[in-house]
């Protein structure tokens, strides 16, 4: 029954973007025919009208949108209670016994706050954020622009840059959108440079890059980070080659964890 709402929900949802999309489409075209017609009174009105069918389209949407979060969190608590009393009737008790240790020190007794204060992450899709670069590398100021500068000039990025006027205020869109894929992810490779943290965890950061800043950042995990804990999740060879050990998973199971030279005779 709830995935039927689920659905119905998804699909009125769907349905709304489409109208919207549909008219934004008419009002170009309205546009298109004001200046033909030198904004004559019958076309100012089409405007006029697509324009609240658009609003209404948004309103509508976004209702829609605030019902599906109400009942996902509602389903919340019986998903979680699904999801124990399924572990229970099989028998499998590792998802809740199971233990992470860092430094023989079990992360289940240590906040959450705690934790992710001593860990750096650059995934593969770079979390960034409507604003200027400084913001993006240090949301809460903790460092200066003199940090800054030099943990750009480590993952080369800093005369791109210094070409521009605004320096460390050059403006990014929201998401990134105005930088390349590789340029994104040397943000993310400064903000770990300048955190300092004892585990990095890169997680495919170099499967959408292009082969330079692969090599960038394959560098600076020998260079930078040779001291810290790197925890690397890839599908390429290449990619975790420098690593101490390598363990390789094959549908869910550990398959191999050994030198990187046993791997590649392994599997060669």
């Known amino acids: 029954m709830f995935s039927r709402k689920f659905s119905e929900y998804h699909e009125t949802i769907a349905r709304c973007a489409d109208k919207r999309i549909q008219t934004l489409s008419e009002m170009i075209n309205g546009c298109y025919a004001v200046k033909m017609n030198n904004w004559e009174e019958p076309v100012e009105k089409q405007v006029d009208s697509m324009r609240q069918q658009e609003f209404d389209a948004i309103r509508k949407a976004s209702r829609m949108r605030a019902m599906n979060m109400e009942l996902f969190f509602a389903l919340m608590p019986l998903i979680t209670l699904a999801t124990l009393v399924g572990v229970w009737l099989t028998h499998d008790q590792s998802v809740i ?48 622009d003199e940090q800054c500068w030099k943990a750009l000039e480590a993952v080369q990025f800093k005369t791109f840059v210094a070409s521009h006027s605004d320096g460390l205020f050059l ?77 390789v998973l094959n549908k869910g199971q550990v398959e191999s964890f050994d030198v990187p030279q046993n791997i590649l005779h392994q599997y060669q």
């Open 171 to 247: 403006p990014i869109a929201e998401s990134g959108i105005n930088l390349s894929a590789g340029q994104r992810q040397l943000i993310c490779a400064t903000r770990a440079i300048l955190k300092q943290s004892k585990i990095l965890l890169i997680d495919e950061a170099t499967a959408n890059v292009d082969p330079e800043t692969d090599h960038v950042i394959q560098q600076l995990i020998i260079h930078q980070f040779q001291d810290r804990t790197v925890l690397t999740i890839a599908h390429r060879i290449n990619t975790v080659i420098q690593s101490d050990r390598i363990l």
């Open 97 to 144: 016994t199971g233990q992470i240790l860092i430094d023989d020190v079990d992360i289940s007794r240590i906040s959450l706050k705690h934790l992710r204060s001593h860990l750096s992450v650059i995934p593969q899709q770079a979390a960034l954020f409507s604003g200027s670069l400084r913001s993006n590398l240090d949301p809460f100021n903790h460092y200066s």
